[in-house]
């Protein structure tokens, strides 16, 4: 005789939730088989357009690196090209110089390219090409994406290797923008426009501008003297002032010297 089911209300409990984990391996069943059929689809009919682009953005990755580091070790070489033509132009090996700066001359512009051809220009001029010269340093002058420093160092180079073959007011023309106190190129820049004053026959503008050149501690020694004998020949007092540990000029400040036994 068979027992009756029974309906305590803890065996109803169990029952209730052996159902409920049967019916949620069921659902999990279905879904991950419907998921899958779902991930087949896809790459049935997208499969080869993703991994195409997967593949190009590693491609393009892959590139990247391999750009950059060719331009690190193309930059080094560069520079270790450039020392080795410093090197041969201080040993006086001119033409040796002039084959390793040649080809870092034509790549494009830029510092290296710029450098390269104002070494050149002055190579040029030692070996009394004035032509190629001038030709260097008008490249210079005129790229747009040399850095500005040399470009300017070209302008005045160019005025100063043709000095005599330029009207004095050219010479103020071109450089008069850079002889002014606190541009880096002041000095050089100001001798020559000094200079061209002279040719002129205007000694007020010369002296006084000589006379500046003498007192700023940022141009080169040498040139401040030459400065300073210049200005001295044209009556300007070129002579920096003499100061106290106050920064006060000696003699000028008004203060009376203490007397004896004071």
Known sequence: MALPPDKTPGSQDKNAQRQAAQQDVFLREVDDALRHDQFEG?????????????????????????????QTGKSEQKTETFVQAIDSVQARNLEDAKGKLAPLATDGSGGTASAARLMLAAISLEQQRKGDALKLYGQVADDAEAPQPMRDLARIRAVAADFDAIKPQDVI????????????WFGAAGELVGMAYLRQGRPDQAGPLFGAIAKDTGVDPGLRSRARQLAATL?????????????????????????AGE
């Open 42 to 70: 896809f790459l049935k009919h997208y499969g080869k357009p993703v991994l195409g682009v997967v593949a190009a953005g590693l491609a393009v990755f892959a590139g990247w690196l391999y750009w950059n580091h060719w």
């Open 235 to 259: 009556g300007v007092d070129a002579v920096p002032d003499v100061v106290d540990d106050r920064g006060e000029p000696l003699g000028k400040s008004g203060a009376m010297p203490a007397q």
């Open 173 to 184: 023309d071109r450089l008069k923008p850079l002889a002014v106190p606190g541009n880096p």
